[in-house]
């Protein structure tokens, strides 16, 4: 074979010059191109990179970009709904200020309970830092509402103006008028306002339908006094229980809310209230996107009531519920933890003259099931006193329907005497329950626990009756659906539950004046 002469070391010899467009490369422009969907015409070698940006097709580029939707504002939604806010601003006595730690003084949690301070009102007295008064002197309050007439009839919060001695408005244009408190609402934190001064006041509409979770949601009001602001979210869940009565059923919002937003509304795209903001989850007393917000089909119908006669009336069937845990729902042999458990019967109440006793489950009403006992309260206290009602009702394991006619729900709940204290004075020490860590004795040898039932003496704070909340003093009138007088009654009904192959049994518990049922998990062995 004959080697291939170097012809680089010769003076006459040039590589051949690459195309800067070689065919290859115009073919993947042009492909990358089409990909783009410009057309490109009369392209060739000598067209300048100028050339080919100022081209029909850049300027078809550009047009295209325009059509693409761009992320939809809120401002249009916001100058529509915005003038119907009001601030609301409120004089009251220093009885009613918050505590000096910063606290609101109307948490929905007991005071120095563990989660008192991560539930915050935010817009009754100490709307703003520093405004907390001394004995005696008035303190000032900040809150937000809203117009729901054009006569001048607005929503706001009942802990903004409970006990205020004044109340203040101004709206959006900086107007400022006196307002009426024309009723309240303590169970469901609503209160109606009435503004004098026009009759051609901007409001809002209350929405018809709920919301779904991922809407959007835009909250205007008065945080820390800033009139007129307005902020963005999400509906984050509904149906929420934070502990503060059994009406709970807030729309959790994540547009940041503050104080002094409370009793604002709550607007969704459509412009219509959805909710009033109430309450903020907060560790620091600031928005962690966390906050409440009553629906608006609630605030329909305790606000016409309050318009109406100033007060709200609800249906009442007289008895004390509970939810059906998985633990209470086996120790009744029910499939599924539904309904609501019926602790305690008022006496001459409407359901203990229709023949509801302690330890039947309300399952229905009218027809409609009932989910659990916050379900069964809402439902009974959206019904008006004096109606008639069904009631489907699992009694000793067996279905039957029971028909009453409802009570009026009375505005204060009485005081139910405290035994805890006194219960077990001059109790011994009373005889072991097998099993579950715990002594009784019965009730009638301990001074003020009553006659029926067995007292708690001692329990094991490692034991399943410490799991299940019994502390020293508790009641326990009922174990497994049977009367107990003694500890060997109490031993007899657990023995029968562990025979019926029970994984746990029920015991009626009175503590503090009121009755509850609770599931003790039955120890093998």
Same mark, same amino acid.
């Given at each position: 074979?004959?080697?291939?002469?170097?012809?680089?070391?010769?003076?006459? %010899?040039?590589?051949?010059?690459?195309?800067?467009?070689?065919?290859?490369?115009?073919?993947?422009?042009?492909?990358?191109?089409?990909?783009?969907?410009?057309?490109?015409?009369?392209?060739?070698?000598?067209?300048?990179?100028?050339?080919? =940006?100022?081209?029909?097709?850049?300027?078809?580029?550009?047009?295209?970009?325009?059509?693409?939707?761009?992320?939809?504002?809120?401002?249009?939604?916001?100058?529509?709904?915005?003038?119907?806010?009001?601030?609301?601003?409120?004089?009251?006595?220093?009885?009613?200020?918050?505590?000096?730690?910063?606290?609101?003084?109307?948490?929905?949690?007991?005071?120095?309970?563990?989660?008192?301070?991560? =539930?915050?009102? =935010?817009?009754?007295?100490?709307?703003?830092?520093?405004?907390?008064?001394?004995?005696?002197?008035?303190? +000032?309050?900040?809150?937000?509402?809203?117009?729901?007439?054009?006569?001048?009839?607005?929503?706001?919060?009942?802990?903004?103006? $409970?006990?205020?001695?004044?109340?203040?408005?101004?709206? $959006?244009?900086?107007?400022?008028?006196?307002?009426?408190?024309?009723?309240?609402?303590?169970?469901?934190?609503?209160?109606?306002?009435?503004?004098?001064?026009?009759?051609?006041?901007?409001?809002?509409?209350?929405?018809?339908?709920?919301?779904?979770?991922?809407?959007?949601?835009?909250?205007?009001?008065?945080?820390?006094?800033?009139?007129?602001?307005?902020?963005?979210?999400?509906?984050?869940?509904?149906?929420? $229980?934070?502990?503060?009565?059994?009406?709970?059923?807030?729309?959790?919002?994540?547009?940041?809310?503050?104080?002094?937003?409370?009793?604002?509304?709550?607007?969704?795209?459509?412009?219509?209230?959805?909710?009033?903001?109430?309450?903020? %989850?907060?560790?620091?007393?600031?928005?962690?996107?966390?906050?409440?917000?009553?629906?608006?089909?609630?605030?329909?119908?305790?606000?016409?009531?309050?318009?109406?006669?100033?007060?709200?009336?609800?249906?009442?069937?007289?008895?004390?519920?509970?939810?059906?845990?998985?633990?209470?729902?086996?120790?009744?042999?029910?499939?599924?933890?539904?309904?609501?458990?019926?602790?305690?019967?008022?006496?001459?109440?409407?359901?203990?003259?229709?023949?509801?006793?302690?330890?039947?489950?309300?399952?229905?009403?009218?027809?409609?099931?009932?989910?659990?006992?916050?379900?069964?309260?809402?439902?009974?206290?959206?019904?008006?006193?004096?109606?008639?009602?069904?009631?489907?009702?699992?009694?000793?394991? +067996?279905?039957?329907?029971?028909?009453?006619?409802?009570?009026?729900?009375?505005?204060?709940?009485?005081?139910?005497?405290?035994?805890?204290?006194?219960?077990?004075?001059?109790?011994?020490?009373?005889?072991?329950?097998?099993?579950?860590?715990?002594?009784?004795?019965?009730?009638?040898?301990?001074?003020?626990?009553?006659?029926?039932?067995?007292?708690?003496?001692?329990?094991?704070?490692?034991?399943?009756?410490?799991?299940?909340?019994?502390?020293?003093?508790?009641?326990?009138?009922?174990?497994?659906?049977?009367?107990?007088?003694?500890?060997?009654?109490?031993?007899?009904?657990?023995?029968?539950?562990?025979?019926?192959?029970?994984?746990?049994?029920?015991?009626?518990?009175?503590?503090?004046?009121?009755?509850?049922?609770?599931?003790?998990?039955?120890?093998?062995?």
């Amino acid at each position: 074979m004959t080697d291939r002469p170097d012809l680089t070391n010769l003076p006459s %010899y040039r590589q051949p010059r690459r195309s800067v467009f070689s065919a290859r490369k115009i073919a993947l422009m042009a492909s990358v191109v089409a990909g783009l969907g410009i057309a490109v015409h009369g392209f060739s070698p000598s067209t300048s990179p100028s050339d080919l =940006f100022s081209s029909p097709a850049h300027a078809q580029v550009n047009n295209e970009v325009r059509k693409v939707e761009r992320p939809v504002g809120f401002a249009d939604v916001v100058e529509r709904v915005k003038p119907s806010v009001i601030s609301v601003k409120v004089n009251m006595k220093e009885k009613t200020a918050s505590n000096d730690d910063g606290d609101d003084s109307s948490s929905p949690f007991q005071p120095g309970s563990p989660m008192e301070r991560f =539930f915050r009102r =935010f817009g009754g007295p100490d709307g703003f830092p520093g405004q907390k008064g001394g004995r005696g002197r008035v303190v +000032q309050g900040q809150g937000s509402g809203f117009f729901i007439s054009a006569d001048g009839f607005a929503v706001t919060n009942n802990h903004v103006v $409970d006990g205020a001695d004044k109340v203040e408005v101004t709206t $959006d244009d900086g107007k400022t008028y006196i307002a009426k408190v024309i009723g309240t609402d303590q169970r469901t934190d609503l209160a109606l306002i009435k503004v004098e001064g026009s009759s051609n006041f901007p409001f809002a509409k209350l929405a018809d339908s709920k919301p779904r979770i991922g809407d959007w949601v835009l909250a205007v009001g008065n945080p820390f006094g800033l009139g007129g602001t307005v902020t963005a979210g999400i509906v984050s869940a509904s149906g929420r $229980d934070i502990g503060n009565g059994p009406y709970d059923d807030f729309i959790q919002i994540d547009a940041p809310v503050n104080k002094g937003n409370s009793g604002g509304p709550a607007f969704d795209t459509n412009g219509e209230v959805m909710g009033v903001n109430t309450a903020i %989850y907060s560790p620091s007393g600031g928005s962690v996107g966390i906050a409440f917000s009553i629906p608006a089909s609630t605030v329909k119908s305790v606000v016409a009531q309050l318009k109406d006669k100033g007060s709200v009336s609800r249906g009442w069937i007289g008895v004390q519920i509970q939810p059906v845990t998985s633990d209470i729902a086996d120790s009744l042999g029910m499939k599924k933890a539904e309904g609501a458990l019926v602790a305690e019967p008022q006496a001459n109440g409407p359901a203990a003259k229709a023949g509801i006793e302690s330890g039947d489950v309300i399952t229905s009403v009218n027809g409609e099931s009932v989910k659990d006992a916050r379900e069964l309260a809402r439902t009974i206290g959206g019904l008006a006193p004096g109606a008639t009602v069904k009631l489907n009702v699992l009694h000793k394991g +067996q279905d039957k329907v029971v028909n009453l006619t409802l009570g009026q729900l009375p505005n204060a709940v009485e005081a139910k005497a405290d035994t805890d204290t006194d219960s077990n004075k001059g109790a011994t020490r009373g005889t072991d329950v097998p099993k579950l860590g715990m002594t009784v004795a019965p009730a009638n040898s301990v001074a003020g626990a009553g006659k029926d039932g067995v007292v708690v003496t001692e329990v094991d704070p490692k034991s399943a009756a410490a799991e299940r909340g019994f502390k020293e003093g508790d009641v326990i009138l009922e174990v497994g659906g049977k009367s107990v007088s003694t500890a060997g009654d109490v031993r007899d009904a657990i023995n029968t539950a562990r025979t019926d192959s029970k994984n746990s049994v029920l015991m009626r518990v009175k503590s503090g004046g009121q009755s509850r049922f609770v599931a003790v998990p039955l120890a093998k062995g």
